[in-house]
C-alpha cells in the first residue's frame, strides 16, 4: 500500500495503550467479530473493558481490576499463530525480554496466561497517549524535544543490548508518548521481537516474516539481506527515526517495498541539513553514521548519546548568547544608519561634547597637582630635621631625669655622684606617694618633668 509506505502511517500495528485520537481508541468490542472477549470478560485477574486495537499479532483489550481498580492492557495472541509452538514460544520470550530488562522506559509486562480457547496472552500496564508516529504525523516537533525523546530511545535500547536483547523492529509506531500529569510525556518503547512473530503481509510498513524480517521503512541493509542482526541492526533503525523527527520524511520513500529495500541497500542516506539547514552539522553526521551501510561503521549507543548531549549543550548556548544579546544584535543588523538615528546622534552630541571637555579639565586639574606636589619637596626637609628621633632620645632618659630635678638645686656644684643614690631614693618615694598622700603630690613633679626636657635641649645650646 502506498499510503503505509509512503508516510501516511496508521496508528500502529499492535497497540498496547490507549489513545484519545485514532483507530486505536475504540473502547469497544469490535462487531462481535470471532474470538473477540466480550465486555465483562474475566482474564486472569482483570476484567476487559473492551478493545483497544488489533495488528499482526493479535488484539489488545482494555481491562480493569475488580478489586483495586488498576487499569491494565491484555494482549492476546492470535488464533493462528496460538497453534504454532514457533510463535507461542516467541510470544513468551517477549514478556521474558521486558521482564528480563526492567527498565521505566520499556512497557512493562507483569502476567501471563492462556484463554479456555488455548490462546495465549499478557497482561501490561496501559498507556494514555499517543504513539510517536501519531504525534509527528500530527505536527513538526521543536528540536529541543527531538533531541530529548531521542536520548531516552538510546536509553532504553541500551538496556535491551546490555541484556543481550535486539528489538529487531524500531519504529516511531513502537515508540509510546505517556502522558504524565504535570510532567512531559513519558517516552515508553513497545513490541520487542514483534518482527519475528507476525505474518501479516497486509501492508509493506508493517511488521513482516520470512527472509525479510521488520519493517521496510527502518530496516537494516544486513536484516534486509535476511541475515543474522545484531544490536547494530537496532542503531540503523535509530538513525532512520532520528532522520524521520527532524525532517518529517522517511529517509528512503517508495511507492513499494522492494525499491525501499533496495534503497536500504544500495542508496546513500540523504543530509539531515539538505532538508534542514539550521541543524547542527554534528547532528547531520551522527545521523549519517547511524545509517552507515556497513554495521561496523555505526557508532556506539554511548557515541550517539554523548553526541545528542553535546549537540543540546549547544543549542542552549545558543539560545542563552541570544536571549542575553538580543537588543544589540538587532540594532547592529538593522542596515544603514537612517536619518531618525543620524537626529538622534546630532541631539546627543553637546553632551558628548561637554563630558569630553569635563574630562580634560579634570586630567588639568591631577596634572597641576601632581606638579605643585612635585615642587613641594624643598619644605619637608626642615621639618624632617624636627623629627621624631630627637625627642625620642631624651623621652628615654626622662624616667631618671625628674629623679635628678630634685636634687639638681640643693648640690649644684656636686657632680652627678650623689644624684646617682637618690635615683633610687626618689623612685622608692615616688611610688608609695601616688598612693598614700594626697593626689596632687604627682602632678607636681609631672609638670616639672615636662619643662626640663625643654630646658635640657637649651641648656647645651
Same mark, same amino acid.
Given at each position: 500500500?502506498?499510503?503505509?509506505?509512503?508516510?501516511?502511517?496508521?496508528?500502529?500495528?499492535?497497540?498496547?495503550?490507549?489513545?484519545?485520537?485514532?483507530?486505536?481508541?475504540?473502547?469497544?468490542?469490535?462487531?462481535?467479530?470471532?474470538?473477540?472477549?466480550?465486555?465483562?470478560?474475566?482474564?486472569?485477574?482483570?476484567?476487559?473493558?473492551?478493545?483497544?486495537?488489533?495488528?499482526?499479532?493479535?488484539?489488545?483489550?482494555?481491562?480493569?481490576?475488580?478489586?483495586?481498580?488498576?487499569?491494565?492492557?491484555?494482549?492476546?495472541?492470535?488464533?493462528?499463530?496460538?497453534?504454532?509452538?514457533?510463535?507461542?514460544?516467541?510470544?513468551?520470550?517477549?514478556?521474558?525480554?521486558?521482564?528480563?530488562?526492567?527498565?521505566?522506559?520499556?512497557?512493562?509486562?507483569?502476567?501471563?496466561?492462556?484463554?479456555?480457547?488455548?490462546?495465549?496472552?499478557?497482561?501490561?500496564?496501559?498507556?494514555?497517549?499517543?504513539?510517536?508516529?501519531?504525534?509527528?504525523?500530527?505536527?513538526?516537533?521543536?528540536?529541543?524535544?527531538?533531541?530529548?525523546?531521542?536520548?531516552?530511545?538510546?536509553?532504553?535500547?541500551?538496556?535491551?543490548?546490555?541484556?543481550?536483547?535486539?528489538?529487531?523492529?524500531?519504529?516511531?509506531?513502537?515508540?509510546?508518548?505517556?502522558?504524565?500529569?504535570?510532567?512531559?510525556?513519558?517516552?515508553?518503547?513497545?513490541?520487542?521481537?514483534?518482527?519475528?512473530?507476525?505474518?501479516?503481509?497486509?501492508?509493506?510498513?508493517?511488521?513482516?516474516?520470512?527472509?525479510?524480517?521488520?519493517?521496510?521503512?527502518?530496516?537494516?541493509?544486513?536484516?534486509?539481506?535476511?541475515?543474522?542482526?545484531?544490536?547494530?541492526?537496532?542503531?540503523?533503525?535509530?538513525?532512520?527515526?532520528?532522520?524521520?523527527?527532524?525532517?518529517?520524511?522517511?529517509?528512503?520513500?517508495?511507492?513499494?517495498?522492494?525499491?525501499?529495500?533496495?534503497?536500504?541497500?544500495?542508496?546513500?542516506?540523504?543530509?539531515?541539513?539538505?532538508?534542514?539547514?539550521?541543524?547542527?552539522?554534528?547532528?547531520?553526521?551522527?545521523?549519517?553514521?547511524?545509517?552507515?551501510?556497513?554495521?561496523?561503521?555505526?557508532?556506539?549507543?554511548?557515541?550517539?548519546?554523548?553526541?545528542?548531549?553535546?549537540?543540546?549543550?549547544?543549542?542552549?548556548?545558543?539560545?542563552?548568547?541570544?536571549?542575553?544579546?538580543?537588543?544589540?544584535?538587532?540594532?547592529?543588523?538593522?542596515?544603514?544608519?537612517?536619518?531618525?538615528?543620524?537626529?538622534?546622534?546630532?541631539?546627543?552630541?553637546?553632551?558628548?561634547?561637554?563630558?569630553?571637555?569635563?574630562?580634560?579639565?579634570?586630567?588639568?586639574?591631577?596634572?597641576?597637582?601632581?606638579?605643585?606636589?612635585?615642587?613641594?619637596?624643598?619644605?619637608?626637609?626642615?621639618?624632617?630635621?624636627?623629627? +621624631? *628621633?630627637? %625627642? @625620642?632620645?631624651?623621652? !628615654? $632618659? &626622662?624616667? /631618671?631625669?625628674?629623679? #635628678? =630635678? +630634685? *636634687?639638681? %638645686? @640643693?648640690?649644684?656644684? !656636686? $657632680? &652627678?655622684? /650623689?644624684?646617682?643614690? #637618690? =635615683?633610687?631614693?626618689?623612685?622608692?618615694?615616688?611610688?608609695?606617694?601616688?598612693?598614700?598622700?594626697?593626689?596632687?603630690?604627682?602632678?607636681?613633679?609631672?609638670?616639672?618633668?615636662?619643662?626640663?626636657?625643654?630646658?635640657?635641649?637649651?641648656?647645651?645650646?
Amino acid at each position: 500500500m502506498i499510503d503505509a509506505v509512503g508516510g501516511n502511517r496508521s496508528l500502529g500495528t499492535d497497540p498496547t495503550m490507549s489513545s484519545e485520537s485514532g483507530s486505536k481508541a475504540t473502547p469497544s468490542v469490535a462487531n462481535g467479530a470471532p474470538g473477540d472477549l466480550e465486555p465483562g470478560t474475566l482474564v486472569g485477574e482483570y476484567c476487559v473493558d473492551g478493545l483497544l486495537g488489533k495488528g499482526g499479532m493479535g488484539k489488545v483489550y482494555s481491562a480493569t481490576h475488580p478489586l483495586i481498580g488498576k487499569r491494565a492492557a491484555i494482549k492476546v495472541l492470535h488464533p493462528a499463530l496460538s497453534v504454532d509452538p514457533d510463535a507461542v514460544e516467541r510470544f513468551v520470550q517477549e514478556a521474558r525480554a521486558v521482564n528480563q530488562i526492567g527498565h521505566p522506559n520499556i512497557v512493562d509486562i507483569f502476567a501471563f496466561g492462556t484463554l479456555p480457547d488455548g490462546r495465549c496472552y499478557f497482561v501490561m500496564e496501559q498507556l494514555r497517549g499517543e504513539s510517536l508516529a501519531a504525534r509527528i504525523d500530527r505536527e513538526a516537533l521543536p528540536l529541543e524535544d527531538v533531541l530529548s525523546i531521542l536520548d531516552t530511545i538510546a536509553i532504553a535500547l541500551d538496556a535491551a543490548h546490555r541484556k543481550g536483547i535486539v528489538h529487531r523492529d524500531l519504529k516511531p509506531d513502537n515508540v509510546f508518548l505517556a502522558e504524565v500529569e504535570g510532567a512531559k510525556p513519558a517516552v515508553k518503547l513497545l513490541d520487542f521481537g514483534i518482527a519475528k512473530l507476525t505474518g501479516s503481509d497486509s501492508g509493506t510498513k508493517r511488521t513482516q516474516t520470512g527472509n525479510v524480517m521488520g519493517t521496510p521503512a527502518y530496516i537494516s541493509p544486513e536484516q534486509a539481506r535476511g541475515q543474522g542482526v545484531d544490536h547494530r541492526t537496532d542503531l540503523y533503525a535509530f538513525g532512520a527515526v532520528a532522520y524521520e523527527l527532524l525532517t518529517g520524511d522517511l529517509v528512503f520513500p517508495a511507492t513499494n517495498a522492494a525499491d525501499m529495500l533496495a534503497h536500504h541497500l544500495f542508496k546513500a542516506p540523504p543530509s539531515v541539513r539538505e532538508r534542514r539547514p539550521e541543524i547542527d552539522p554534528e547532528l547531520d553526521a551522527l545521523i549519517t553514521n547511524l545509517l552507515a551501510k556497513d554495521a561496523n561503521d555505526r557508532p556506539t549507543l554511548d557515541q550517539a548519546r554523548e553526541q545528542l548531549r553535546a549537540c543540546r549543550a549547544r543549542m542552549h548556548q545558543r539560545m542563552a548568547l541570544h536571549e542575553g544579546g538580543h537588543t544589540e544584535p538587532v540594532i547592529m543588523v538593522t542596515g544603514p544608519l537612517t536619518a531618525p538615528s543620524m537626529e538622534t546622534a546630532e541631539r546627543r552630541s553637546p553632551r558628548i561634547l561637554f563630558v569630553a571637555a569635563a574630562g580634560v579639565v579634570a586630567l588639568a586639574a591631577i596634572i597641576a597637582f601632581l606638579l605643585l606636589r612635585k615642587d613641594a619637596p624643598p619644605t619637608p626637609p626642615p621639618a624632617a630635621t624636627i623629627t +621624631a *628621633p630627637p %625627642p @625620642a632620645e631624651p623621652l !628615654t $632618659p &626622662a624616667p /631618671p631625669a625628674p629623679a #635628678a =630635678v +630634685a *636634687p639638681a %638645686p @640643693a648640690p649644684a656644684a !656636686t $657632680p &652627678a655622684a /650623689p644624684a646617682e643614690p #637618690a =635615683v633610687p631614693a626618689t623612685t622608692v618615694t615616688a611610688k608609695p606617694a601616688p598612693a598614700r598622700p594626697s593626689k596632687p603630690a604627682p602632678p607636681k613633679p609631672a609638670k616639672p618633668a615636662k619643662p626640663k626636657p625643654t630646658d635640657d635641649p637649651d641648656a647645651p645650646m
